[in-house]
């Protein structure tokens, strides 16, 4: 993978490409954003970059050093990722031996940290010194979701590289690349909420159950039936719950918004589930447009709280006081 193969995110790919360019690559970097967006990815092409023997700001992918580092058998390169969800110090301590000497066969050692919010107090500490001047021919960088998890005195220590979510239609784009259909693919890249990684792991198979039981409840709310028994049934249990419900919410928004697009029989193009289309028909000729609007907003204002970390029982119940009395 070069930088020509990750997806979004060019204001950063421009800023180091700029810098592989001038030979100004800071020694000190943390890679910053949300899950799935490349952020590993990019602090490799960057790795292979700067000891690749035929380009100066890319990864060839084809010459000795970007091949080896692709393997992981290339000795100056070095990614640290948590074990048992944790960094501890030995690691760091055997990272700042190595980074003191100088590199192998490479241009230069580059050492990646992956997830470092995972790393113990005393890891961090220990990190400090060489963060702060690492030696000319290493570069460390980091990799993390959570700025806060991270001390400040390690992050005031690194330049910062923002990442930002993949957009909807990236995701969209890449998926079809991979062989879905227009469809498919739109319906995965809503559900992701960014997350290029999760949209290429995502079964369709799960997608579809999601979206079956995103249906049933369509039918139990627009149809007054005992939708809370229904809610109960699904989420039962288990820490996925908020997960789900998120997932679920969001079929079932669109599902409602499809609706009023097949009552106001404009937009059929539109449609996010045009497989429910003739379903829905059925509900469209009894619900009300004020009711379906009602609908709408109480599950997007939900679906809003829910990402607010609201509590996700009280949502459920509120949900159920406001749509169905009693
Ligand atoms: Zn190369």
Redesign the pocket.
């Known amino acids: 993978m070069s930088f020509n193969n990750i997806i979004g995110n060019s204001r950063v790919k421009n800023i180091l490409k700029k810098g592989l360019k001038r030979e100004r690559v800071p020694n000190s970097l943390l890679f910053l954003g949300p899950g799935g967006v490349g952020k590993r990815e990019t602090a490799l092409v960057l790795a292979?970059?700067m000891?690749?023997?035929?380009?100066s700001d890319d990864?060839?992918?084809?010459?000795?050093?970007?091949?080896a580092i692709n393997e992981n058998k290339f000795p100056d390169v070095l990614v640290l990722a948590p074990e048992k969800d944790m960094i501890g110090i030995d690691e760091i301590r055997m990272l700042k031996q190595v980074a003191y000497l100088r590199p192998m066969v490479g241009k230069g050692r580059v050492f990646i940290v992956l997830e470092a919010e995972k790393m113990t107090e005393p890891a961090s500490n220990s990190f400090l010194k060489i963060l702060e001047e690492p030696p000319l021919f290493s570069h460390i960088f980091l990799t993390s979701r959570n700025p806060y998890l991270i001390l400040s005195t390690v992050r005031s220590r690194c330049q910062i590289l923002t990442f930002s979510q993949i957009s909807r239609k990236d995701i969209q784009k890449e998926l079809i690349n991979n062989g879905y259909d227009e469809y498919k693919a739109g319906l995965i890249s809503l559900l992701v909420k960014g997350n290029l990684e999760q949209a290429m792991n995502l079964k369709w198979e799960d997608v579809q159950s999601k979206r079956q039981r995103a249906w049933e409840l369509f039918q139990a709310l627009t149809g007054g039936k005992n939708a809370a028994g229904m809610f109960k049934k699904f989420f039962s249990s288990g820490k996925e719950f908020r997960k789900e419900l998120e997932q679920i919410l969001e079929i079932l928004i669109t599902l409602m918004r499809d609706l009023l697009l097949i009552k106001s029989s404009r937009g059929w193009e539109l449609l996010l589930n045009p497989d429910y289309a003739d379903k829905m028909g059925e509900t469209a000729g009894v619900l009300s447009v004020e009711k379906s609007m009602a609908y709408l907003k109480l599950l997007e204002s939900i679906h809003y709280s829910l990402q607010k970390r609201v509590n996700a029982n009280l949502l459920v119940s509120s949900l159920f006081s406001e749509i169905i009395p009693g």
């Open positions: 292979k970059a000891n690749c023997l035929s380009k990864s060839c992918e084809e010459c000795a050093n970007c091949r």
